[in-house]
């Protein structure tokens, strides 16, 4: 099919990838890059991350600051100041040209605001849902405030025209959320890995036997981590770990290693800012370590997987990551809790060379060019 000539696709995200990175920055790059490679203008609408004037060109994609530079975080949580401003100036996409209005569901605010662009403009509006919380974690997350969270969530599902959903369990909940009566239009395009930039990574300098890879959030559970090899070492297992990444975890997690006497076994080398070395990482470790109880989809488990590299998970409902695992084949699933973490691990561990072969051929489904071309057609629909 021949793509229709000049068209536009507008995508507006508060962050994107080289300037920040986690799994949705690099599911909209590895995406976008390949949607203009299919023929479609891309412009990414985003905060002022370069500090400069004027709009940034890299790799056949034009980024524009619609918004000033405001920290995501405030402590370990989103920033609602953040959020505010950034909903407040998406106002400004009514006066950009596009022909398909994509936004991203983080921070959730600026949904509403670019309905009423599309609205005004007669623009098709598309929303990426990475994850869908509900009341229960709202309210967890923000106390009484967490209940206006949750109805305003339930309420924006009402507003795209089509809803892109990066996993099967968050499609299911977006379903559940919107009801049998009205039911929502939506398609299922999960996050991918590319095997030219697999197989072009090399082995870390470093081997180690548990890797750990994410933001140090609180939810991320890397404390129990470190509880688990404790445990392992209490039985005669004396492992290594990296726990790669940055947030308002680190300090806490730096002082529990010192407590526990593994200061010598564990690494904190911060963020690994090239995708090669953390490619490299992830194939030289012998598990991924990754406890986490809340992932909308769970990026880095995939590269794990990709890379030969079995994935240990928890089995918790919020954990989407889970979706990837088949316990025993190419991975395990575990409770949130050090005892279950450290039992899985060491059965990971045990069968490391089966698991990491039968890792390589779950995460084959999963290419990027193959999703790109299942997103370009919902922009054309």
């Known amino acids: 099919m021949t793509e229709p000539a000049g ?22 790059h590895e995406l976008l890059r390949r949607t203009a490679e299919l023929g479609i203008h891309v412009d990414v609408y985003t905060m002022n991350w370069w500090r400069g004037d004027g709009p940034v060109v890299r790799e056949g994609i034009t980024y ?22 950034f909903s407040v100036m998406t106002l400004r996409m009514l006066f950009r040209r596009f022909d398909v209005l994509e936004a991203d569901v983080i921070p959730f605010l600026q949904v509403f605001p670019l309905r009423l662009v599309a609205t005004l403009r007669r623009k098709p509006y598309v929303v990426t849902w990475h994850e869908f919380w509900g009341r229960d974690y709202w309210v967890q997350y923000l106390g009484r405030k967490g209940y206006l969270a949750a109805f305003l969530e339930a309420l924006a599902i009402r507003l795209p025209d089509r809803i892109v959903a990066a996993s099967q369990g968050t499609a299911e909940r977006i379903r559940e959320a919107a009801g049998p009566r009205r039911p929502v239009n939506l398609t299922v395009v999960p996050n991918g890995i590319d095997p030219k930039e697999i197989a072009a990574a090399g082995p870390a300098r470093e081997p180690v036997d548990l ?10 559970n890397g404390h129990l981590l470190l ?12 492992l290594t770990a990296l726990v790669v990444g940055q947030g308002p975890e680190e300090e806490r997690l730096r002082t529990q290693a010192a407590e ?60 989407f990551a889970r979706e990837l695992i088949e316990p025993g084949v190419n991975g395990e699933l575990c409770q949130a809790t050090a ?43």
């Open 339 to 381: 005892d279950s973490l450290a039992a899985a691990l060491l059965r990971a561990l045990e069968h490391r060379d089966r698991l990491g072969a039968a890792a390589r051929r779950s995460a084959a489904a999963y290419e990027w060019d193959t999703l790109a071309a299942a997103v370009v057609e919902v922009y054309r629909a």
């Open 260 to 319: 526990l006497g593994l200061s010598a076994k564990v690494g904190f080398p911060g963020s690994i800012p090239e995708r090669a070395d953390l490619l490299a990482a992830l194939s030289s470790a012998s598990v991924l370590a990754f406890p986490s109880v809340r992932e909308g989809f769970g990026m880095v488990a995939l590269e794990a997987l990709a890379c030969g590299c079995p994935v240990v998970t928890t089995d918790h409902p919020d954990n």
């Open 211 to 220: 890797l750990f890879v994410g933001r140090l959030l609180r939810h991320k």
């Open 64 to 85: 524009h600051a619609i918004s000033p530079y405001v920290p995501l975080y405030a402590g370990d949580r989103r920033s609602i100041r953040q959020a505010l401003v």
């Open 227 to 238: 509880d688990a090899m404790a445990r392992l070492r209490e039985q005669g297992h004396d």
């Open 7 to 28: 068209l536009r696709l507008a995508v507006v995200s508060d962050a994107v990838y080289p300037w920040n990175k986690g799994g949705k920055e690099m599911r909209y």
